[in-house]
């Protein structure tokens, strides 16, 4: 079965510190990962995904399939950057289109 | 529309009532679904429908949710007999095609339900 684990709920570092927000996930096929990113009182968009190779906003995510892990990273990161963030994985088979998402985790940075 | 449409924004029932949320995609999206957002527990997939194929229910939690689709567009959640576990952001996304594997996932920005 699918199962995507964020492990932590709560996150806070200061401005220009680096960030790492961790992501793994349980999928015997070959999966393709996501972030997806919720600003206050906005909602919920697609930051950024593994297949894509890219750099949004600062962030970045490889995918290591041997830890099975998809963690989202910053170097230096930005107030502007405090959000929710979920980890979410599609996957092949009947159920093509939809995703499973994290529990989330809030990252707070201070000033 | 230009975006995903969702009303009402909040909504505060007494348990034991019905409710009936309502989510309008982007014009042309052939996939829609439907998410509850609970504090702690993360995004859980409720239903989806493509098209004019049957939909997966798969994630209803019972059988007091429902989801309809009319005519390839507007989705109606109803949830019947409302209980205070069934408060939660009830979200609604869709797609242009499918399967999209959620490149092209538009969410609303949710409905907030409260059982009181």
């Known amino acids: 079965a699918q199962r995507v684990t964020q492990p932590e709920k709560l996150l806070s570092v200061f401005k220009g510190a680096p960030v790492e927000l961790k992501c793994n996930y349980s999928?015997?096929?070959?999966?393709?990962l996501f972030w997806y990113v919720q600003y206050s009182r906005q909602r919920l968009q697609l930051l950024l995904r593994h297949i894509s190779r890219e750099s949004i906003k600062g962030f970045t995510a490889d995918l290591n399939k041997g830890e099975t892990s998809f963690h989202l990273k910053k170097p230096f990161a930005q107030e502007e950057d405090s959000a929710m963030y979920y980890c979410a994985l599609s996957s092949r088979g009947s159920t093509l289109g939809r995703l499973y998402f994290g529990r989330g985790t809030q990252l707070t940075v201070w000033p | 529309g230009a975006g995903v449409s969702q009303s009402p924004s909040n909504k505060v029932t007494e348990k034991g009532k019905d409710v009936e949320l309502r989510c309008d995609p982007i014009s042309g999206h052939t996939a829609l679904y439907w998410y509850r957002q609970s504090l702690g527990q993360g995004l859980e997939f409720l239903i989806y429908f493509q098209g004019n194929s049957a939909p997966d229910k798969s994630g209803l939690p019972s059988d007091r949710f429902s989801a309809e689709r009319t005519g390839g567009s507007v989705s109606t959640l109803t949830i019947q007999r409302t209980q205070q576990e069934d408060s939660a952001v009830y979200l609604c996304?869709?797609?242009?095609?499918?399967?999209?594997?959620?490149?092209?996932?538009?969410f609303g920005s949710g409905t907030r339900l409260t059982v009181v």
């Open positions: 999928y015997s096929g070959s999966p393709e």
């Open positions: 996304a869709s797609s242009p095609r499918f399967p999209d594997r959620g490149h092209g996932y538009t």
